[in-house]
């Protein structure tokens, strides 16, 4: 399974970008895929899930900013951010993982298939 992001970049707080993740070698449907962040010395952290039912899960701290969705044939996975801040800033991965019992979204990812990473700068 491959994963790669694009579409990060530095904008002035208020101002959109969006993030694309192209995803080839598994069956699609097969897996939940999410788009997580992470900031140097930090855990990295959950954005947005879409389970294998197409059902999406936002942290509290992009609701109504962020929109993720997919192309009909789930090999395409975009991240829509708007209105962006500054605590935005950071590296953003997008991931295929499998749900695992007793375990977070994030957790659960650590197990699966991630990108490379695209950053993402606000500036306030």
């Known amino acids: 399974v491959q994963l790669v992001e694009s579409g990060g970049g530095s904008v002035q707080a208020g101002g959109s970008l969006r993030l694309s993740c192209v995803v080839s070698g598994y069956n699609s449907g097969d897996y939940c895929m999410g788009w997580f962040r992470q900031v140097p010395g930090k855990e990295r952290e959950g954005v947005a899930i879409i389970n294998k039912q197409g059902i999406r899960t936002y942290d509290d701290s992009v609701k109504g900013r962020f929109t993720a969705s997919q192309d009909n044939t789930k090999r395409i996975l975009s991240l829509q951010m708007n209105n962006l801040k500054p605590e935005d800033t950071a590296m953003y991965y997008c991931?295929?993982?499998?749900?695992?019992?007793?375990?977070?979204?994030?957790?659960?990812?650590?197990?699966?298939?991630w990108g490379q990473g695209t950053q993402v700068t606000v500036s306030s």
């Open positions: 991931a295929a993982f499998q749900p695992r019992f007793g375990l977070s979204w994030v957790a659960s990812a650590e197990f699966g298939y």
